[in-house]
């Protein structure tokens, strides 16, 4: 099976951020989040990993280990239940791509 999804078909996330599904299902979400300057993705945990891709700009990732610069062609992991706060503050658009990874039951 091959799933191709363009960024113009794309669901837009539930949350409150500029986000689109580009794939989803049981095992993993994958997530092309946009940041503008200045905008902030408020403090919070999620009961899975997270991988995090830059793919374009460079944007800060405050975790409870402490803050971390994620720029294009880097990534990051953070591990379930640890909190995490992205913010923007270029002046340019960030853009990062968000896999989440889900537990099998």
Known sequence: ???????????????N???LIMYSESRCQCIHLSLYPGEVVDK?????DVVFIGLEGSADLLTDSGNI?????ETVFVSKDTMRQFSNSQNEVVRIMVIKLMQET
Not at 1 to 15: D, F, G, Q, R, W
Not at 44 to 48: K, S
Not at 69 to 73: E, F, L, M, P, V
């Open 69 to 73: 610069s994620i720029k294009a062609g």
């Open 44 to 48: 919070h945990t999620n009961p899975f």
């Open 17 to 19: 951020v500029n986000g």
């Open 1 to 15: 099976m091959v799933i191709h999804t363009p960024l113009e078909k794309a669901e837009k996330v539930s949350a």
